[in-house]
C-alpha cells in the first residue's frame, strides 16, 4: 500500500518557535507565570493608519479577488518604499505582493529551484529556509562563520558554491543573532553573484530596525544590472516593522520575467492576498512613519537591557544585537545541548527560549526581547537564577517563591 503521507512532507520540520507558543499558551492557561522571550512579534499594537484603511474597505462591504500580484495602490507604495529606503526607483511590474515575507520567498524559491538544486543559507538562519528548499526537492547547504562572529566571510561563502548552487539567502539584520552584516560583505555578495548568474536572497523583512543609529544597506547600490536577467530578489514585508505579523502581507521584488513566474505559481496556489490585509498595509505604508522610529527606540532599550542582563551570568557570551529584536547568547559554559538547556529553563524558571540548534548554531538560545521592558528583565533575571549559581538563591516566580537547590 502506498504511504499516506509523502517522504518530502514527512521529512518537514515542525516549526520550533510556532510549536514553543502553543506551549507557552497552554502553561499560561494553565496559571503558570510564564515569560515568553522566544516571540517572533513586537507587542505593540497595529499602526491607526492600517487600521483605519482596513475599516474602510471592510465598510464598503466590497471584499473581493484582487489582482493576483496585488492592488494596484498597494504596489505602488512598494515602489514608492524601495525608492525612500533604498534609493532604487523599480516599477510596479518588479513588485508582488503575498500572504506574508514566507509566502513570497516560498513562490519564489518554487519558481527558481528544480530537483537537487543546491541553496547556501548562511547560518545562523531563520528556522524556515532550509526547510522551504527541501520543500522544493532542493538541497540546502549551510555554511557556518569559522571564527564564532555571526556573520560568515565572502571566501567561506564562495567555497560552498558548486555547480548546483542556484541562490544564496541573506538575512540581515539577522534572525536569530541580531547582527548586520558588514557593507563589505553585502557589497561583495551582490557583485559576486551578478558575475557568477547565482540568486542573491535578500530576506530584509528587519531592515529598519537597526539600533544606534545605523542605517540599512541597500543591496541595489552595488548591483550593475536589474534587467529581466538580473538575479537580485528583496523580500520585505509589514509584519515586523509596523508590528503587523497577524496582517500576513508581504512582497518581492525582482526582475520582471521572474515575477511574472511568481505570479503564476501564486495564482495557481493562493489567489491572491486577502484585500482586506492589503488595504491596511497601503494604511502602514502611506501613513505616519515616526511608529517605525518609536519602535526601533523601544527595541534599543530593551536590547540594552538584555544585554547587560546576560552579561552579568557568569560564563555566558553575548554580541551585542545591532538590530532585529534577537540575540543568540553563547551558553555554552552551561550546556552543549541547546534544546535540553532550554526545557530546563522552562521547567525551573518558566521561561521560553529558542535552542541555537534549530538556527544552526548549538550551544546558544534565541531570546528575543520585544517584549516589556519589565519581562525582558524578569527573564534574563530569572535564567541567571536557574544556571549561574553565584546569583540570588531566592526568586519568586509569580507569587511562588522559589529557592534554588541545584549546584
Ligand atoms: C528572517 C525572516 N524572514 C521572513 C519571516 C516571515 O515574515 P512574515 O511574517 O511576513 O511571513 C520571518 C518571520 O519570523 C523572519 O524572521
New binding site residues.
Given amino acids: 500500500m502506498k504511504s499516506p503521507i509523502s517522504q518530502l512532507a514527512e521529512a518537514v520540520q515542525e516549526s520550533p518557535?510556532l510549536a514553543l507558543n502553543e506551549k507557552a499558551a497552554l502553561l499560561k492557561e494553565r496559571g503558570e507565570a510564564v515569560i515568553h522571550l522566544g516571540t517572533?512579534e513586537p507587542k505593540s499594537k497595529t499602526p491607526i493608519d492600517a487600521i483605519i484603511a482596513a475599516a474602510g474597505k471592510l465598510t464598503s462591504a466590497e471584499v473581493k479577488y484582487t489582482p493576483v500580484d496585488g492592488i494596484p495602490s498597494l504596489k505602488k507604495a512598494i515602489v514608492r518604499y524601495t525608492e525612500e529606503n533604498y534609493d532604487k526607483r523599480v516599477g510596479v511590474e518588479n513588485v508582488m505582493v503575498s500572504a506574508?515575507?514566507?509566502?513570497a520567498?516560498y513562490s519564489l524559491l518554487v519558481s527558481i529551484l528544480d530537483p537537487q538544486d543546491e541553496v547556501i543559507v548562511l547560518a545562523p538562519y531563520?528556522v524556515?529556509y532550509p526547510e522551504m528548499v527541501k520543500l522544493c526537492y532542493a538541497k540546502p547547504v549551510i555554511v557556518t562563520p569559522e571564527d564564532g562572529r555571526f556573520e560568515p566571510s565572502l571566501k567561506e561563502i564562495k567555497e560552498a558554491v558548486g555547480s548546483a548552487t542556484k541562490a544564496i539567502i541573506v538575512?540581515s539584520p539577522n534572525?536569530p543573532s541580531g547582527v548586520v552584516y558588514s557593507a563589505e560583505l553585502i557589497k561583495g555578495l551582490v557583485e559576486y553573484c551578478e558575475k557568477a548568474g547565482i540568486y542573491l536572497i535578500m530576506?530584509d523583512?528587519?531592515h529598519k530596525l537597526m539600533f544606534d543609529g545605523l542605517k540599512p544597506v541597500s543591496c541595489f547600490k552595488y548591483a550593475k544590472n536589474f534587467s529581466d536577467s538580473s538575479r537580485l530578489v528583496v523580500?520585505n514585508?509589514v509584519?515586523?516593522l509596523y508590528a503587523m505579523?497577524g496582517f500576513?502581507?508581504?512582497w518581492a521584488v525582482a526582475n520582471k520575467k521572474l515575477i511574472q513566474v511568481m505570479t503564476n505559481v501564486q495564482a495557481q496556489t493562493t489567489s491572491c492576498p486577502s484585500s482586506l490585509l492589503q488595504a491596511a498595509a497601503v494604511g502602514a505604508l502611506n501613513g505616519i512613519q515616526s511608529y517605525v522610529d518609536s519602535l526601533t527606540a523601544t527595541l534599543q532599550n530593551n536590547r540594552d537591557v538584555m544585554v547587560r542582563e546576560l552579561e552579568a551570568i557568569n560564563g555566558v557570551k553575548v554580541i551585542k544585537p545591532q538590530g532585529t529584536f534577537y540575540c543568540l547568547p553563547d551558553f555554552r559554559a552551561y550546556s552543549k545541548d541547546s534544546v535540553a538547556l532550554s526545557k530546563k529553563l522552562l521547567e525551573r524558571a518558566m521561561v521560553v527560549t529558542v535552542p541555537g540548534k534549530e538556527f544552526g548554531m548549538e550551544g546558544h538560545l534565541r531570546l528575543s526581547y520585544c517584549g516589556s521592558m519589565k519581562d525582558t528583565l524578569e527573564g534574563a533575571a530569572r535564567i541567571r537564577w536557574a544556571l549561574d549559581p553565584d546569583s540570588t538563591k531566592e526568586i519568586y516566580i509569580g507569587d511562588r517563591k522559589c529557592v534554588r537547590d541545584w549546584k
Avoid at 506574508?100 to 509566502?103: H, N, P
Fill in positions: 518557535t517572533g506574508g515575507a514566507k509566502a520567498l531563520w524556515s538575512n534572525n530576506d523583512i528587519y523580500i514585508g509584519s515586523k505579523t500576513r502581507i508581504g
